[in-house]
T-cell receptor, first 113, second 112 residues
Framework: NAGVTQTPKFQVLKTGQSMTLQCAQD?????MSWYRQDPGMGLRLIHY???????DQGEVPNGYNVSRSTTEDFPLRLLSAAPSQTSVYFC????????????FGPGTRLTVT | LAKTTQPISMDSYEGQEVNITCSHN???????ITWYQQFPSQGPRFIIQ???TKVTNEVASLFIPADRKSSTLSLPRVSLSDTAVYYC?????????????FGDGTTLTVKP
């Protein structure tokens, strides 16, 4: 199993540009989520999904959209990038909602200039 | 999720046992306690989860007193490779999936 994969690993955007961060898992996990981690801080939940076709907002959803058309994929879209969205983005998955044992991807380091 | 308080940083030496305590005074009846480890430039990695008393796996032990208002992650005989940030999370993931917050964690530095 590849586990949780994320692409790209690094990305530089100009203010106002849009892009999609890709996340995929091959463990048939129900639950997937996106976090952002700013320098020296913990992770904050952006959006999450408890199954295909179901998504919901986390702690910091503004400026981001998600969709979950398949169990495997959970892309995160930045609608109009802003410097405040400069961060490292982590995707995670777990077998079900009822567990905190999440498996994290390697992260995408995003810089918005 | 219950608010958690951890020390910002800790130092240790190779071969020592390290105990990291997390305070969670507002823990609810259905809440579980979970610990993650994060190395620089990597995503967090699940270490251990518990509800009460003691849980042990091949990596660590988790001690939870009867009142459950705190918990202690114990790492036996640490090595340099255990240098990382350790996060304590407390909550009922069934009802709080949308409020998963890691806090600032404890930076453990293991010295030779």
């Amino acid at each position: 199993n590849a586990g949780v994969t994320q692409t790209p690993k690094f990305q530089v955007l100009k203010t106002g540009q849009s892009m999609t961060l890709q996340c995929a898992q091959d463990m048939n996990h129900e639950y997937m989520s996106w976090y952002r981690q700013d320098p020296g801080m913990g992770l904050r939940l952006i959006h999450y999904s408890v199954g295909a076709g179901i998504t919901d907002q986390g702690e910091v959803p503004n400026g981001y959209n998600v969709s979950r058309s398949t169990t495997e994929d959970f892309p995160l879209r930045l609608l109009s990038a802003a410097p405040s969205q400069t961060s490292v983005y982590f995707c995670a998955s777990s077998y079900s909602v009822g567990t905190y044992e999440q498996y994290f991807g390697p992260g995408t380091r995003l810089t918005v200039t | 999720l219950a608010k958690t308080t951890q020390p910002i940083s800790m130092d240790s030496y190779e071969g020592q046992e390290v105990n990291i305590t997390c305070s969670h005074n507002n823990i609810a009846t259905n809440d579980y306690i979970t610990w993650y480890q994060q190395f620089p430039s990597q995503g967090p990695r699940f270490i251990i989860q518990g509800y009460k008393t003691k849980v042990t796996n091949e990596v660590a032990s988790l001690f939870i007193p009867a009142d459950r208002k705190s918990s202690t992650l114990s790492l036996p005989r640490v090595s340099l490779s255990d240098t990382a940030v350790y996060y304590c999370l407390v909550g009922d993931f069934y009802t709080n999936a949308g409020k998963s917050t890691f806090g600032d964690g404890t930076t453990l530095t293991v010295k030779p």
